[in-house]
């Protein structure tokens, strides 16, 4: 049995595959991510905005993504109410081409419920069908009727659905418990019902008081503010000619230094010159560290250096 095992050398010196990432410091190739919010808050608006920028294989908004299929399962909103959304869109000149897809509304199961084995076969089918690269889930209240705060009827509950959707990125939109204007909270705690949900994905993204907080396995912390403009998308206050100024700079920097870590050129050049965050400066050059080091190498964590960025968010 011991020949089994390594010890934690021998284990850090073994050749892992690093993280892949459909959007940059923020969607695992293949992960789950949680957006939670109240209700109304504009979380379809933005799992819109990822789903387009996937779609279209956009960067968005500084963040690295790889262009992708996009199947956007609305348990939530109406057919009429979808189209509205799409119709305002297109009226407002933004352009919502690209590899993306819904069900059309005459094959759409619904009701639709996770211990149903019937509707299990349906998920997987459609899935092994279209073969996305992200699937979006609005919302998931709506995918089952356990009692949500209930670790155990939620695991049953969301067991089967985790299982499908294993192969691919998920973008998965729930609600969160009662939360107060101007107080701020952990998005692992916001999450409505049981701990379960919040520790079965990679990585839990809370939209509240006009912030996004996310917290990551993979990519740390992050906290951005932001509104949503006429048409509902976000624009987060990262995304302004100086912050792509201040990024511009910080590429110069990371050309300048092609044999130091991202970390040794925080430490060293980056904190004393410009005063930003280590999160700030990850999430503003990520995608450019990894590029540089050419994935992963042996034994080495993708974490280290270029998952630690998360994207800036806003109109596409």
């Known amino acids: ?60 908004l500084g963040a690295q993504v790889e262009k992708g299929r996009v199947l956007f399962l609305q348990f939530d909103a109406t057919d009429f109410e979808w189209k509205d959304r799409f119709d305002t869109l297109k009226e407002a000149g933004v352009d919502i081409s690209g590899d993306n897809l819904v069900v059309a509304p005459e094959h759409m199961q619904l009701p639709f419920n996770t211990q149903n084995l019937q509707h299990q076969v349906w998920l997987q089918g459609l ?12 919302v998931l209240r709506e995918l089952h009727s356990a009692d949500e705060d ?23 939109l729930h609600h969160t418990t009662k939360l107060q204007e101007g107080q701020d909270y952990d998005p692992i705690k916001a999450a409505r019902g049981s701990g379960y949900i919040s520790g079965a994905v990679s990585a839990i993204g809370l939209l509240h008081n006009k912030k996004l907080r996310v917290k990551s396995r993979l990519a740390g912390e992050l906290e951005l503010r932001g ?69 992963a190498r042996g034994g080495e964590s993708t974490t280290c250096e270029g998952t630690e960025a998360v994207p800036r968010l806003a109109v596409p």
């Open 1 to 60: 049995m011991a020949e089994r095992c390594l010890s934690f050398e021998q284990f850090q010196k073994t050749q892992r595959p690093g993280v892949k990432w459909l959007v940059h410091g923020l969607i695992p190739k293949p992960g789950r991510f949680l957006l939670v919010g109240l209700p109304k808050v504009g979380k379809s608006n933005l799992a819109l905005q990822i789903a387009l920028a996937v779609s279209q294989g956009k960067s968005f």
């Open 127 to 138: 899935l092994e069908s279209v073969n996305p690269d992200l699937v979006v889930i609005d």
């Open 150 to 172: 209930s670790s155990t009827e939620m695991k049953n509950a969301c067991t089967p659905l985790f299982d499908i959707l294993r192969p691919y990125s998920a973008l998965i």
């Open 227 to 295: 509104h949503m403009n006429d048409i509902g998308f976000w624009v987060f206050d990262d995304d302004n000619e100086r912050s792509v100024e201040i990024r511009e700079a910080l590429l110069r920097e990371v050309a300048a230094h092609p044999g130091m870590s991202g970390h040794q050129l925080f430490q060293e050049f980056i904190r004393p010159k410009f005063g930003i965050s280590r999160s700030s400066f990850f999430r503003k050059v990520g995608a450019a560290l990894h590029a540089r080091r050419g994935g």
